[in-house]
């Protein structure tokens, strides 16, 4: 028995949001010093030459990153590389302070082995962000930076929200993602047409003079023809890549007492829908468009179809939460073993490995 095995039952009776917030506080106490953080990378990390993946001019120790949403400020990013994870994407970072939804937002949903949230992109906003990666560095390992707008802005001043951010963080970032599918934010006007799209990649195109990769993260929830109408786009614009997918509306099957709350759904009970986007879409891209996969990764076996599947890189936030601070070691260690037993000498030999 693990000591988080110990300990999550006591952080399971707190509520949600509480136990995110103490856990991150506990992560960055961790980091304050050389020696603590030596001593979670002696524990945690897990380094092997099959599981590096270059991509976004970068080069990723491990496939396994930490989605947006665990660490929208910033505040543990070195924490996360000594737990042994390849990445990390911070956000949704929005261009001003923001309190988000009311609480309770957070929930657990144990039976399912999920969660749901409608946080509405509460954060520091962008200048605490910026000041804080200025202060602490950013980690050694790829920096991801998900890009959102206020609540409060319309569509118009939606675009000019990406610009600011873009313009204060994408110094700091080895890839940035535009969020423009959060089920948990109000739905003043369509954030994913095809016109609102083309104004906000024309925009930071003519922001981007550095040539920072950009991505998009798209919902699980669309119909195919809408998802593929979506990447076409992508494509028009020569973006580097897709997040697929964001968290779900739908509520099929679940069994816990939580499933009634409104919010997106993540963790195990749509691991198969967000395989089936990232296969869809790799089917209609040759596997020619990197695909970072998540949604119910929390194992060897469920990052690896994903991966085969035509995903190139894939995060995780609930199996974490699930999981326990070993849980990037015990993927990566697991990947490796599944590579070699199917005859594949790295993960990105082994990306769309079903589609063939």
Known sequence: ?????????????????????LGKRTLRAAQSTWPTRRALAAAYQYDHPALEVDLFDSTF????????????????THALEALGFGFVEIGTVTPYPQEGNDRPRLFRLREDEGMINRMGFNGQGMEAVK????????????????????????????????RRVFDRLSP???????????????????????EHLRAIFETLEAENDENVPMLVKIGPDE???????????????????????NTSTTREGLESPAREEWGGLSGDPI????????????????????????????SAASAYKKIRAGASLVQLYTGFVYEGPSTAERINRG?????????????????????E
Request: with cysteine.
């Open 223 to 245: 119909p195919e023809d809408a998802i593929l109408d979506l990447v076409d786009i992508v494509r028009e614009f020569g973006l580097d890549g897709i997040v697929a997918t």
């Open 172 to 194: 700091f970032a080895d890839y940035v993602v535009v969020n423009v599918s959060c089920p948990n934010t109000p739905d003043e006007f369509d954030e994913a047409s095809p």
């Open 335 to 355: 990947l490796v073993d599944l590579l070699e037993r199917d005859g594949f000498s790295s993960v990105e030999a082994a990306v769309g490995a079903d589609l």
């Open 131 to 162: 000041e804080r990666l200025e202060e602490d560095g950013t980690p050694d390992f790829p920096l991801g930076v998900n890009i959102g707008k206020m609540n409060s802005s319309t569509e118009r001043e939606a675009i000019e929200d990406y």
């Open 1 to 21: 028995m693990t000591l988080y095995s110990r300990v999550r039952p006591l952080a399971f009776k707190l509520p949600a949001e509480t136990a995110h917030d």
């Open 61 to 76: 120790p491990n496939p396994v990153g930490i989605a947006a949403g665990f660490d929208k400020n910033a505040e543990v």
């Open 271 to 298: 691991e198969d829908r967000s395989t089936d986007v990232i296969r869809t879409i790799a089917e209609h891209t040759d596997g020619e468009l990197p695909i970072v996969g998540v949604g119910g990764v929390d």
